[in-house]
C-alpha cells in the first residue's frame, strides 16, 4: 500500500485518479481550492485519508498546502495534476501578479515539487497540446505579447514536461515523468470532448504506483501507459535549467 498525493483532485481526473487508487487499498491525500471544495472532495471520496486546502493560484496558500503535506508525513508519489484550461479569453492576474494559467499550470507544480518532502515517484499531467508549445522562456508572464489562450497552455503543458525532466535529471534516487491523458470529458475537456474518459486516470495512476518495470522509469513521456511522442525542446538542459532558475528566482526557493 502507498500514500498518494493528488493535485486538484476535488474533481475531474485528479478525483478519479484518487478512486482507482483508493479502490486499489492506497492511501490518497486530495487537494481542493478552499474548504467548500474539500468539504465535496471529501464526500466524493470518504476513504480518502486527507483533504489539504489550498488556491494553488497563490503562492503563500501554495507554500500553505505544501506544509499541510509534509505534516502529514511522507508520501510515496505525488501527481501534479492540478490545471486550468485553454479558455482563458484573456490574460487573468494573479494575485501575486502573474499569468493565472502560468501561476497553476507550472510554478504551484514547481513549487511544491521543491518544498514537499521528496517522494519516490512524481507525476506531471501535461497534454498532447504540449507539442504546439513555444520553446522558450521570453515573456512567460503573457506582459508583451498579445494574448491567445490556447498558446498559454499550450506553452504551460511544455513546460510542465520541461520540469519533469529538469527534476528527472537533478534528482536521480525520484522517479519523475510525464503524460497526456487524453482529450476526456471533464469540466476542463468539455462535454464534446472524443477520448475514452476511463481511460484517462489510469497512466497517472500506474505511474505513481505500479511495479510493472514499464512504469519504474524516469524522464519519460507516457499516453495510454506507452512511450508517446514528446515535444524535443523538453529534453534541452538549458531549457530544463533556464526554467528551474525563473521559477526559483519568483518564489525564492530553489529546488533543493
Ligand atoms: N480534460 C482533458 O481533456 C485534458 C487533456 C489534457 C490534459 N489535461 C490535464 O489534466 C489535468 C486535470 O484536468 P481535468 O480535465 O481533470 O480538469 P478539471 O476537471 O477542470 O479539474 C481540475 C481540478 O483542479 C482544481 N483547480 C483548478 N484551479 C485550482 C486552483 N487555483 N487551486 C486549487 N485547485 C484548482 C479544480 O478545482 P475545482 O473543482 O474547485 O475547480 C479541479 O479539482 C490538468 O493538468 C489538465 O491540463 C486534461
Redesign the pocket.
Known amino acids: 500500500m502507498a500514500r498518494i498525493f493528488i493535485t ?8 478519479m485518479a484518487a478512486r482507482l487508487l483508493a479502490g486499489d487499498g492506497h492511501q490518497v491525500t486530495l ?3 478552499n474548504d467548500a ?1 474539500a468539504a465535496d472532495a471529501r464526500r466524493l471520496l470518504p476513504s480518502a485519508e486527507a483533504v489539504v486546502v ?4 497563490n503562492v503563500a496558500e501554495t507554500r500553505s498546502v505544501a506544509a499541510q503535506v509534509n505534516a502529514l508525513g511522507s508520501y510515496h508519489a505525488v501527481i501534479h ?5 485553454y479558455r482563458e479569453p484573456r490574460r487573468i492576474e494573479t494575485a501575486d501578479g502573474l499569468s493565472h494559467i502560468f501561476a ?2 507550472v510554478l504551484a507544480p514547481y513549487l511544491l515539487t521543491a518544498l514537499i518532502t521528496p517522494p519516490e515517484r512524481l507525476v506531471y ?4 497540446l504540449h507539442t504546439g508549445g513555444t520553446a522558450s522562456l521570453d515573456d512567460l508572464q503573457w506582459t508583451t505579447r498579445r494574448w491567445n489562450g490556447t498558446q498559454a497552455y499550450a506553452d504551460s ?1 511544455l513546460l510542465d514536461v520541461v520540469l519533469a525532466f529538469a527534476v528527472a535529471r537533478r534528482w536521480p534516487r525520484v522517479l519523475s515523468n510525464a503524460l ?5 470529458a ?4 468539455g462535454p464534446g ?1 472524443p477520448d475514452d474518459l476511463s481511460l484517462a486516470p489510469v497512466t497517472q495512476a500506474w505511474l505513481a504506483v505500479s511495479d510493472d518495470p514499464a512504469a519504474r522509469v524516469t524522464g519519460q513521456y507516457f499516453y495510454h501507459q506507452r512511450r508517446h511522442r514528446v515535444h524535443a525542446a523538453a529534453r534541452r538542459t538549458d531549457l530544463q535549467d533556464g526554467l528551474l532558475a525563473y521559477c526559483a528566482e519568483l518564489t525564492a526557493t530553489a529546488l533543493p
Open positions: 486538484g483532485s476535488s474533481d475531474g481526473l485528479g478525483l487537494h481542493a481550492r471544495r489550498g488556491d494553488l493560484s495534476n492540478v490545471g486550468v484550461g497553476i499550470n499531467l501535461s497534454s498532447g503543458k497526456e491523458p487524453g482529450w476526456v471533464t469540466k476542463m475537456g470532448a
